[in-house]
């Protein structure tokens, strides 16, 4: 028997409405629609389909995770956007007492590129940040010139003719 669900009145399993007017779903659907004892009652097939979709959430996560770590072992953090190279340069730059200057080497030579390129004239800049105050001086490839500061990727040199200008930290062969 169904209980329609607006007037609360008993039909039969195989009516398609109720004497007061209300149509029933079709049969299939009946069971779990209007039957009192399944009211509140999932089905089978719900419970199911969810079931899998939270399988399919653990994969997923545990795939974000596992290739996370591997990429993080494999590269480093890829939060943390700075470079080795970095960090290298915060050792060159810490000078002991004793040591009054320390000097490196400018380098142009890029390997990355295919071919391989060098730069013999690399420009010395005003101010690393804004490049259009212009060019301090520009070196050479090569050329020996003393570390005075770091500011984020620039570097601040001076030549061995007392001229400074930033270069960008990758320009220096130490730190390569």
């Not at 956007?81 to 060159?92: A, C, H, P, T």
């Not at 804004?130 to 500011?151: M, P």
Request: proline share 4%; aromatic share 10%; hydrophobic share 35%.
């Amino acid at each position: 028997m169904l209980q329609c669900p607006s007037c609360k009145l008993m039909s039969p399993d195989d009516a398609e409405s109720c004497e007061c007017g209300y149509r029933f779903p079709p049969s299939e659907n009946r069971k779990y629609f209007l039957n009192p004892e399944n009211k509140g009652k999932k089905s089978t097939q719900t419970i199911w389909i969810v079931v899998l979709l939270a399988i399919i959430s653990i994969l997923v996560i545990g795939w974000v995770i596992f290739s996370y770590v591997s990429i993080e072992k494999k590269y480093g953090s890829i939060f943390n956007q700075g470079d080795k190279r970095n960090k290298k340069l915060e050792g060159i730059i810490k000078l002991s007492a004793n040591q009054k200057e320390q000097y490196v080497t400018l380098d142009g030579y890029d390997a990355g590129t295919n071919p391989p390129i060098t730069i013999h004239n690399i420009n010395l800049w005003n101010d690393y940040k804004n490049r259009s105050k212009g060019i301090s001086v520009t070196a050479k490839h090569g050329d020996r010139v003393k570390l005075i500061r770091r500011e984020g990727n620039g570097v601040l040199v001076e030549t061995l003719n007392g001229k400074r200008g930033w270069v960008t930290y990758y320009l220096i062969k130490e730190l390569k």
